[in-house]
């Protein structure tokens, strides 16, 4: 059974930051590309970042470039996503998913329960 | 970057309906399309991938095509578990972006 639970989120002030982390498992995580997709309470989806089975291929969504850093471990099993400088903008629920192939550019076939991030004064 | 404009924003139908939601995108994305279903307090669910290839375990009800920059999943005799919020994305070029949802109420 594919697992990714996700942990790190949290109550953070703006200009912050906080580090995400994913343990995925039930699948060979080097065979799959890994994202992160965030979902403001009560709104629609926005993918965050993602990066190729490999590592050597990463993307960003222009709201977040400059800002958060993607990484993943294939020895562990686990996915990253460093966050800085965060805004109020940021405030999400943030998804770890699996992706559905290899390539970055790749569907999200499987997530994680989400981590709730909260940036506040 | 790509847009995805995707339409009605919410649909009333009942049971036993046959449901129609539109996604299209500003720049050719190929088939590299996909749809979810999201239900309140859960993670989002793929549905369709490669812009009509079902995934598994996902009922034959639902379905997807593509006509040009535009796409549509229909699902066929609507079923009382169909209601939920459901999404497009492209996954032809980063960044992956997703449509604006639609609610089928």
């Known amino acids: 059974e594919v697992q990714l639970v996700e942990s790190g989120g949290g109550f953070v002030q703006p200009g912050g930051s906080l580090r995400l982390s994913c343990a995925a498992s039930?699948?060979?995580?080097?065979?799959?590309?890994m994202h992160w997709v965030r979902q403001l309470p009560g709104r629609g989806l926005e993918w965050v970042s993602g990066l190729k089975w490999s590592g050597e291929k990463v993307g960003y969504a222009d709201s977040v470039k400059g800002r958060f850093v993607i990484s993943r471990d294939n020895s562990k099993s686990s996915l990253s996503l460093e966050m800085n400088s965060l805004t109020t903008a940021d405030t999400a629920i943030y998804y770890c998913?699996?992706?559905?192939?290899?390539?970055?550019?790749?569907?999200?076939?499987?997530w994680g329960q989400g981590a709730l991030v909260i940036v506040s004064s | 970057d790509i847009q995805m404009t995707q339409s009605p924003s919410s649909v009333s139908a009942s049971v036993g309906d046959r449901v129609t939601i539109t996604c299209r995108a500003t720049?050719?994305?190929?088939?590299?399309l996909a749809w979810y279903q999201q239900k309140p307090g859960e993670a989002p669910k793929l549905l369709i991938y490669?812009?009509?290839n079902l995934q598994s375990g996902v009922p034959s009800r639902f379905s997807g095509s593509r006509s040009g920059t535009e796409f549509t999943l229909t699902i066929s005799n609507l079923q009382p578990e169909d209601f939920a919020v459901y999404f497009c994305q492209q996954a032809h070029s980063v960044p992956l972006a997703f449509g604006g949802g639609t609610k089928v109420e």
């Open positions: 720049q050719n994305v190929a088939q590299w």
């Open positions: 998913t699996k992706g559905k192939y290899q390539l970055l550019e790749s569907p999200s076939e499987y």
């Open positions: 490669g812009a009509s």
């Open positions: 039930g699948f060979n995580f080097e065979d799959s590309a």
